[in-house]
């Protein structure tokens, strides 16, 4: 499939709007009357899911661990640097950090 130039957003409302005044393009009647083999013979010849094998059944929730407040002193040109990166730095801190104690642990257990 190729990229789209121009992703729309539209709230539950709006499409059910354009569905009543015929402006959408899809085919719900369709979609509902499909079978389970139809379905997966039309994802099986959708060129984007070539090769895309997913193993439902070891798929995991992984809950965001909770977050520490800490209040600390670093460098100001460290501080800059990840304040210059925009909006999510201090997320971009913790994945930082997260990589060196990842890093550590794997090195020590070797």
């Known amino acids: 499939m190729a990229k789209k130039e121009r992703i729309a957003t539209y709230t539950d409302n709006e499409l059910r709007a354009m569905q009543e005044n015929g402006e959408s393009q899809s085919n719900w009647a369709e979609a509902f009357a499909m079978t389970d083999s139809a379905i997966e013979a039309a994802i099986a010849g959708d060129p984007d899911e ?11 929730v992984e809950l965001p661990q ?4 800490l209040n600390m002193r670093v460098d100001q040109d460290i501080m800059e640097f990840f304040r210059n990166q925009g909006k999510g730095y201090q997320t971009k801190i913790n994945a930082v950090l997260r990589t ?7 090195r020590d257990r070797s």
Do not use: E, I
């Open 50 to 60: 070539t090769g895309m094998v997913v193993d439902w059944s070891t798929a995991s």
């Open 66 to 69: 909770p977050k520490a407040v």
């Open 100 to 106: 060196y104690v990842d890093q550590r642990l794997h």
